[in-house]
């Protein structure tokens, strides 16, 4: 990841925020695991997994990076 954000430095800043929440949401839960050996999951919502604020920004950074792929994709099928 980090070395894909270095090659993508001047990309939009939806796709800098996507690399900012995931690499947030991999050092949460990778310092969670080395700390107490397991990653707690503490957000419990009825009808939904049980789930830690690491866990969010993981999936929020994946959709924003998405988007901005997505995004990018029809920027590009527009210039052809």
Request: no cysteine; glycine share 14%.
């Amino acid at each position: 990841v980090g070395l894909w954000w270095q090659r993508r430095r001047d990309a939009h800043r939806m796709e800098q925020v996507g690399f900012v929440l995931l690499a947030a949401g991999a050092l949460g839960n990778g310092l969670e695991r080395l700390a107490r050996g397991v990653v707690v999951d503490f957000i419990q919502i009825h009808g939904w997994p049980v789930f830690n604020f690491a866990d969010v920004y993981l999936t929020a950074g994946v959709a924003l990076l998405g988007w901005a792929l997505w995004q990018e994709g029809g920027a590009a099928e527009t210039r052809t």
